[in-house]
């Protein structure tokens, strides 16, 4: 009796990571694709700045639709006072600063590169910053297989960019 509720218990760990890694992949594929959708409204507008406005303003309505149906029963009342200040403001000033680039960068360089070189970013960040801590992240030493894997994944983003 005790093994099955281990097992089950492990099955469900198992089913559990793979539920989160397709929600991973599938975030990678939307954010690819709403890249892409406001590079394309940056380029016929000439100006990437209202690119970001407009997605900043959607992103506002669809977060609070998604708020109200599926959140409605754990909203709770927000404790302004325990929230740092920056901390309201800060991940908005990185978002605008990283989509205008991305909506700048992507009709010049094409989406499969910029994309590819924005992971190299994210990846070689995400090292570090694990590594050291940063943003009180929980520290990652970075080992030899996890050092192979970047480099692996580096090396993918340079073949990527290769011209044939």
């Known amino acids: 009796m005790q093994c099955q509720l281990i097992i089950n218990g492990i ?3 198992v089913m559990r990571l ?3 890694t397709i929600l991973a992949l599938t975030g990678g594929v939307f954010l690819a694709i709403q890249a892409w959708f406001n590079s394309q409204l940056g380029s016929i507008l000439k100006q990437p700045v209202l690119a970001v406005i407009s997605t900043s303003i959607s992103s ?10 599926f959140e ?4 709770q009342p927000i404790i302004t006072a325990s929230v740092p200040w920056y901390l ?6 990185f978002s605008v600063i990283g989509i205008f680039i991305y909506f700048y960068t992507i009709p010049k360089l094409g989406i499969s590169k910029m994309i590819a070189l924005g992971l ?4 070689i960040f995400s090292l570090i910053a694990g590594k050291y801590g940063w943003l009180n992240l ?5 080992t030899t297989k996890r ?12 073949l990527i960019n290769i011209k044939e």
């Open 138 to 142: 929980p520290v990652e030493p970075i």
């Open 60 to 69: 506002v309505v669809f977060g609070i639709i998604i708020l109200f149906f």
């Open 72 to 75: 409605k029963g754990n909203i």
């Open 88 to 93: 309201w403001f800060i991940g908005g000033l």
């Open 18 to 20: 793979y539920i989160l």
């Open 11 to 13: 099955n469900s760990q």
């Open 120 to 123: 190299c970013g994210q990846l």
């Open 147 to 158: 050092l192979m894997g970047a480099i692996a994944m580096i090396v993918g983003i340079i």
